[in-house]
């Protein structure tokens, strides 16, 4: 057919968050101080609590004020009619009353008397005596009751304790004064290490909210270096891998400038030669030019025969290095279980070189090269599912699918042609096709066994050749694919119209592709083609 334009294959141009973890915050539970009004608080086996009056007698709390009696006398205000004594002025307990308001024996003045005597002067007539706290409560600390020091405070309540309970041992000052330094030495710790912590993360927030990232100046040094990007790679990935191999300083700083420069998020991938100690926007600037890029690029519809062709340029081997490569070891690569070597394959990586960029520099081994591009090409074949497919569509397995995507892209011009082309393909491939008896007669096929692209190939050298390739003297399709179709092709040949298509032809010779359903129709066609071209 008058379609196969051109076996180089289509050329395309390439191009705050909580510092707490969301968690519930939760703050050690506040002493209460105060609020004692709130609870009865315990004594000493209910003890009643003595106080002093204005004044200054001594009460118990519960019991009225009486007057002090000497044991027999007479209260003439009582049942008795006994009458007080006088006070003794040189009595400082005068007027006293006794322990529970009951007659007692007067022990004061002597060892038993209880309080204990105090020297005059050493009394602290004043506010009422704070609650006591109960031997099973856990004493503040003063640092955190915000009790003072004061010796003399601590000494009368010392005091105090010791005549309530009666017994028990002065505790020294030395140990209080002990554990107030270490408490506050834990706590000065505690603090200056928060303190420390909070001054370094926020120097680092700082650092990385308001503070220029670290970069390089100038255009870096005479000493270069290869940086691969594989596919798919964002501008963060990009920046920590030049960082890695030295070019830029910083990731932060390639991210910066990649977003600054125009263009700067278009960088493809492949593999760079690039200069160490470079600023971030040289190192940008230098990947936007294709001459920095060290890339072999796949077209679709293109011959393994050119790929190889571009691998040994690209690594400076000699003229056909890689296709013996290809040759010798094509079974490591990593092909489909699927893939048929029957003898009549020409090449068995044919339609597996998968169209795209990759990583191709002076000191890489071709098959490392070649696998990428096998392995690509198994990944997106299997994500479609072709063995399955290939059923669907009266053929016998994925490998003749991926051979109909290879004569799409070699017999059609545009997106729109592709659909119709393989419908094309499958109804000459019908046993019930009476228009070319599952003749493909495609050019390309001729094309691709001669590696030439031709479109003028006369009857003579097409009935010449009796290669199985040729799809004028042999029925149905070639031995393999033809190239290596694109992804577009590839969703065409799963994807045909049902329009009735058998014939095209390429009427300006080029680009414009006409279809026809009868022979009649194509005859026009080929007239239209042969006024064009001068035949």
């Not at 009394?123 to 009790?147: I, V, W």
């Not at 003399?152 to 309540?157: G, N």
């Not at 505690?190 to 650092?207: C, D, M, N, P, R």
């Not at 994807?495 to 009649?520: C, L, M, R, S």
């Amino acid at each position: 057919m008058y379609g196969d334009g051109g076996w180089g294959g289509q050329q395309t141009h390439s191009g705050q968050q909580s510092p707490y973890g969301g968690q519930p915050q939760h703050y050690p539970q506040q002493p209460q101080y105060g609020d004692w009004s709130q609870e009865q608080q315990p004594g000493y086996d209910h003890e009643q609590y003595r106080y002093y009056s204005e004044q200054g007698q001594q009460q118990y709390a519960g019991h009225a004020q009486q007057p002090y009696q000497q044991p027999g006398a007479w209260n003439a205000a009582g049942p008795n009619g006994q009458v007080p004594y006088a006070p003794d002025p040189g009595d400082p307990y005068g007027q006293q009353p006794p322990g529970h308001g009951g007659e007692q024996p007067d022990f004061y003045g002597t060892e038993d008397a209880y309080p204990p005597p105090q020297p005059p002067g050493r009394r602290r007539p004043g506010p009422e005596a704070e609650p006591e706290t109960a031997p099973d409560e856990e004493e503040q600390h003063p640092f955190f009751t915000g009790a003072g020091d004061d010796d003399d405070d601590e000494e009368h309540e010392l005091q105090g304790r010791q005549g309530r309970r009666g017994k028990g041992k002065k505790p020294t000052k030395k140990g209080r004064k002990r554990r107030t330094g270490c408490a506050c030495m834990v706590v000065v710790l505690v603090f200056g290490g928060g303190l420390a912590t909070a001054g370094y993360f926020g120097y680092k927030f700082y650092q990385n909210r308001f503070a220029p990232a670290p970069d390089y100046a100038g255009n870096g040094t005479s000493e270069t270096v290869m940086v691969e990007i594989p596919k798919g790679a964002g501008g963060w990935d990009i920046g920590r891998r030049l960082k890695e191999a030295g070019v830029v300083k910083s990731a932060d700083a390639f991210v910066h400038a990649q977003n600054d420069i125009q263009g700067g998020n278009s960088i493809q991938a492949g593999a760079y030669l690039l200069r160490k100690q470079m600023s971030a926007a040289s190192a940008v600037k230098m990947m936007l030019d294709p001459k920095s890029q060290n890339n072999v690029v796949v077209t679709p519809g293109e011959r393994n025969a050119g790929v190889y062709e571009a691998i040994d340029k690209k690594l400076e081997l000699a003229d056909g290095t890689t296709q013996k490569v290809a040759q010798k070891e094509y079974k490591s690569f990593g092909l489909p279980a699927w893939v048929q070597n029957n003898g009549l394959v020409k090449d068995p990586l044919e339609g597996f070189l998968f169209p795209g960029n990759y990583a191709a520099a002076k000191g890489m081994k071709p098959e490392s090269i070649l696998k990428q591009m096998v392995a690509q090409a198994k990944s997106k074949y299997d994500s479609y599912g072709l063995t399955e497919k290939a059923r669907a569509l009266g053929l016998n397995n994925a490998f003749e699918l991926v051979t109909v995507a290879s004569l799409v892209q070699a017999e059609g011009k545009t997106h729109d042609d592709f659909r119709k082309m393989a419908e094309v393909v499958y109804n000459r491939l019908k046993p019930t096709n009476t228009e070319t008896n599952q003749f493909l007669q495609f050019d390309s096929t001729y094309n691709y066994i001669m590696g030439t692209s031709n479109i003028h190939i006369s009857l003579k050298q097409i009935n010449g050749n009796h290669s199985p390739y040729n799809t004028y003297t042999h029925k149905g399709l070639p031995p393999g694919p033809i190239g290596n179709p694109g992804e577009d092709a590839l969703m065409a040949a799963l994807n045909p119209t049902h329009d009735g298509w058998i014939y095209f032809v390429a009427t300006d010779g080029q680009n414009n592709t006409e279809f026809a359903k009868t022979y009649a129709e194509f005859k026009q066609l080929k007239e239209k083609f042969d006024a064009t071209s001068g035949n």
